[in-house]
C-alpha cells in the first residue's frame, strides 16, 4: 500500500509564513508528478502547485511569489512554503501524487488526508 501523510498547518496572522510537508511511503516504485491542492468552505478543490520529478514547477496565479514547491526524491517527499500568507488562503491543503508502486506498471494518483491552514489575526 502507499500512503501520503502531510504536516505542517496551523493558525497563522495574515502576512506570515508557513510550511507544509508531505511524505510518501510504503510499496512505492517511483512518483511522476506531485502536487498541493486546497479545499476552502463552500468552494471547490483547486490547484495550488505542482513539481515534476525533474523539478519543473506550476503555480495557481493567486499564490505565485508567495508559494514555492519543492520535492526531495531521496526521501519522496513534497514541500510547500507558503510566505505572505492572506485570510483567502486559508483551506484544507491536500497533497497529491502520481505513483507507481512496485509491480505495476502504472501511475495511480494518491491522495494525503489534507492538513488545515488558518489565516486569521
Known amino acids: 500500500q502507499v500512503q501520503l501523510v502531510e504536516s505542517g498547518g496551523g493558525l497563522v496572522q495574515p502576512g506570515g509564513s508557513l510550511r507544509l510537508s508531505c511524505a510518501a511511503s510504503?510499496?512505492?516504485?517511483?512518483?511522476?508528478?506531485m502536487g498541493w491542492y486546497r479545499q476552502a468552505p463552500g468552494k471547490q478543490r483547486e490547484l495550488v502547485a505542482t513539481?515534476?520529478?525533474?523539478?519543473?514547477?506550476n503555480y495557481v496565479d493567486s499564490v505565485k511569489g508567495r508559494f514555492t514547491i519543492s520535492r526531495d526524491n531521496a526521501k519522496n517527499t513534497v514541500f510547500l512554503q507558503m510566505n505572505s500568507l492572506k485570510p483567502e488562503d486559508t483551506a484544507v491543503y491536500y497533497c497529491?501524487?502520481?505513483?507507481?508502486?512496485?509491480?505495476?506498471?502504472?501511475?495511480?494518483?494518491?491522495w494525503g488526508q489534507g492538513t488545515q491552514v488558518t489565516v486569521s489575526s
Open positions: 513539481i515534476t520529478n525533474g523539478g519543473s514547477t
Open positions: 497529491n501524487a502520481e505513483i507507481r508502486r512496485r509491480h505495476y506498471t502504472n501511475y495511480v494518483n494518491y
Open positions: 510504503g510499496s512505492i516504485f517511483s512518483i511522476a508528478a
